[in-house]
Structure formats: C-alpha cells, structure tokens
T-cell receptor, first 111, second 115 residues
Framework: KQEVTQIPAALSVPEGENLVLNCSFT??????LQWFRQDPGKGLTSLLL?????REQTSGRLNASLDKSSGRSTLYIAASQPGDSATYLC??????????FGGGTRVLVKP | GAVVSQHPSRVICKSGTSVKIECRSL??????MFWYRQFPKQSLMLMAT?????????EQGVEKDKFLINHASLTLSTLTVTSAHPEDSSFYIC???????????FGDGTRLSIL
C-alpha cells in the first residue's frame, strides 16, 4: 500500500526566505507526482505535476524535483511571500489515477 | 482552464438528514470523478471512484450504503450522505478526470456540519 509522508508538518519563515518542502513515498512504481496548494476551507490548486520519467518541473518561483528510485520529491519556493502562506500537499498517482496524498505542510510566511 | 463546480459549498443540517453534494465538470467531459474526504488538519482520503454509467468503486472502509454515488452523465456526479450523523461532519471534495492519467481538476469542496 502506497504511503506518502510530508516533512515538516508545519513551517514558518520570514518573507524572502526560500522554502523547501519534502515529500516521500514508499512505492516507486508511480505514474506521476503532483504538488497542490490548499488555502483554509478551500479546495485544491494544482501547482506542478511531474511525470515519472521527469526529474523536475518549474513554474515561476516554484521548482519541484522527483527522485523516483529513492521515493522522494522536493518543492522549492524561491523568495517566499506572505501570499505563499497555505498548506501544500503532495500526491502520488500510482494506479488508475487514484491519488494518495501526504499529510501536508502548513506554511506561514511572516511579513 | 478546466473547471469543476461543487455545490453546495456549505451545509449545516440536523442528524438523520440526507445530504446531496453535486460535482460538475463545466467545460469538459469527465469519464471518471473522485470523491475525497478531509478531516480538520488532515489530508485528503479517497472515498470512491465514480465512472460514468457504472457503479462506483469504494475504498476499503467506506460504506457504500452510507455514501451513495451516482454518475449519470459525463459532467455530473453526486454524493449523497444518507442519514447523516455528527461523525459524518467533514470537508468533502470532488475531482474530475478528463483524459486518463492527466491531472485531475478539483472542486472547491463542501463543508458538511451535522448537528
């Protein structure tokens, strides 16, 4: 059974610092891995999707890497802003597009 | 971009009431829709996979008679929480898949509170 773990569970940084969010998964047989943002009481916003054949994806200040063999992905957010405060979830798509989510990392960027 | 509309966004009702939540894909056809449940400060847990025109596939531990899922068209799936009790209070989120193994598109969720 696929298990997804996110560390740390919570993170607080001053504005301008780079954020590093970690995601690990137990079964490396995946189709893709996706990073989401969730604001309190809201649904999910897809940030980046990395196919299993890819090593990384970039979008603006966001960069996500994938090391499938070691079961790890890292989301980097450069030059953090207060608007980046949210919960970040990673999800692994292993079979049938059924996503297994990690527990999330709650991020607070202090102005 | 692809949009998924979920309605209602919030429901407060008495214990014993049945509650229906709708999930619509507004600008694409969704052969598969997924229903998730999220408890406070926890992650999303997949409840069931809904395929148009066929019975939903429920995850282990999810009562199919409690959570009725209907996917009668390529743009609409409904989740009905039957005879809801306080322990059913949660945040329910749907997602829709247009092309297989391409990113799912998520609704904004429904906050269900059972008194």
């Amino acid at each position: 059974k696929q298990e997804v773990t996110q560390i740390p569970a919570a993170l607080s940084v001053p504005e301008g610092e780079n954020l590093v969010l970690n995601c690990s998964f137990t079964d490396s047989a995946i189709y893709n891995l996706q990073w989401f943002r969730q604001d309190p009481g809201k649904g999910l916003t897809s940030l980046l999707l990395i196919q299993s054949s890819q090593r990384e994806q970039t979008s603006g200040r966001l960069n996500a890497s994938l090391d499938k063999s070691s079961g790890r992905s890292t989301l980097y957010i450069a030059a953090s802003q207060p608007g980046d405060s949210a919960t970040y979830l990673c999800a692994v798509n292993a079979a049938g597009n059924k996503l297994t989510f990690g527990g999330g990392t709650r991020v607070l960027v202090k102005p | 971009g692809a949009v998924v509309s979920q309605h209602p966004s919030r429901v407060i009702c008495k214990s014993g009431t049945s509650v229906k939540i709708e999930c619509r894909s507004l600008d694409f056809q969704a052969t598969t829709m997924f229903w998730y449940r999220q408890f406070p400060k926890q992650s999303l847990m997949l409840m069931a996979t809904s395929n148009e025109g066929s019975k939903a596939t429920y995850e282990q531990g999810v009562e199919k008679d409690k959570f009725l899922i209907n996917h009668a068209s390529l743009t609409l799936s409904t989740l009905t929480v039957t005879s809801a009790h306080p322990e059913d209070s949660s945040f329910y989120i749907c997602s829709a898949e247009g092309v297989r193994n391409q990113p799912q598109h998520f609704g904004d969720g429904t906050r269900l509170s059972i008194l």
